[in-house]
């Protein structure tokens, strides 16, 4: 997986509960992605971070935040989480799209249940 | 916004026979177009990838198409084979909006030994 871990790998909640995923890279790329994946849906991108401290949102960003205070590391939390957000979330990392490749890597994912 | 949509949402196939799926996108400035493939329990691997300037890219048995003028792009899969059973997803972006991919919705493939 591309030097990509997530953690937890699997979590169960409870609603109206602050829940933060965390994601690691050992690649030292400067792009990093967060994407949930739901039946019928695909993946879709919720925030990404094209460096420290520089994040924007993505397609599905309501209800949740996220944290880049070192390049390695892509924090994802949800404030309070609702049974809607129930999902399979997918870390990405790129090294610098738009010049040699876009290519993004994906992390093993984090199958969150809000109960 | 982008919008993909992806065809057939479910394939099977007998093992050697070739595989194809469709991909349709709306936004004419995309101009990177990957394909990936999930295995149950893991995360989307990139197997080939296909930017605007080009109109077809092939890695051994696998194949892309792309047709700007018709916004469509497809994959091929030749020779298919059991360990190629798993979930394909098609993916579009463009330089201009950070690379953000938006995803097709899936294509689950069975190869029948």
């Known amino acids: 997986d591309a030097g990509i871990t997530q953690s937890p790998r699997h979590k169960v909640t409870e609603t109206g509960t602050p829940v933060t995923l965390r994601c690691h890279q050992t690649?030292?790329?400067?792009?990093m992605y967060w994407y949930r994946q739901d039946p019928g849906h695909g993946l879709r991108l919720i925030h990404y971070?094209?460096?420290?401290?520089?994040?924007d949102k993505g397609e599905v960003s309501d209800g949740y935040s996220v944290s880049r205070s070192k390049t390695e590391d892509f924090l994802l939390t949800l404030e309070s989480a609702t049974s809607s957000q129930t999902s399979v979330y997918f870390c990405?990392?790129?090294?610098?799209?738009?010049?040699?490749?876009?290519?993004?890597?994906f992390g093993p994912g984090t199958r969150l249940t809000v109960t | 916004g982008e919008n993909v949509e992806q065809h057939p949402s479910t394939l099977s196939v007998q093992e050697g026979d070739s595989a194809v799926i469709k991909c349709t996108y709306s936004?004419?400035?995309?101009?990177?177009f990957p394909w990936y493939k999930q295995e149950l329990g893991k995360g989307p691997q990139l197997i080939i990838d296909?930017?605007?300037?080009?109109g077809e890219k092939k890695d051994q048995r696998i194949a892309v198409t792309l047709n700007k003028t018709a916004k469509h792009f497809s994959l091929h899969i030749t020779e298919t084979q059991p360990e190629d059973s798993a979930v394909y997803f098609c993916?579009?972006?463009?330089?201009?909006?950070?690379?953000?991919?938006?995803f097709g919705t899936g294509t689950r493939l069975a190869v029948r030994p």
């Open positions: 990405a990392i790129s090294e610098n799209p738009g010049l040699a490749g876009y290519e993004q890597y």
């Open positions: 690649e030292n790329h400067r792009y």
């Open positions: 971070s094209y460096g420290v401290k520089d994040t």
């Open positions: 936004d004419s400035a995309s101009n990177y």
């Open positions: 296909i930017r605007s300037n080009v």
């Open positions: 993916a579009a972006s463009m330089t201009s909006s950070g690379d953000k991919l938006t």
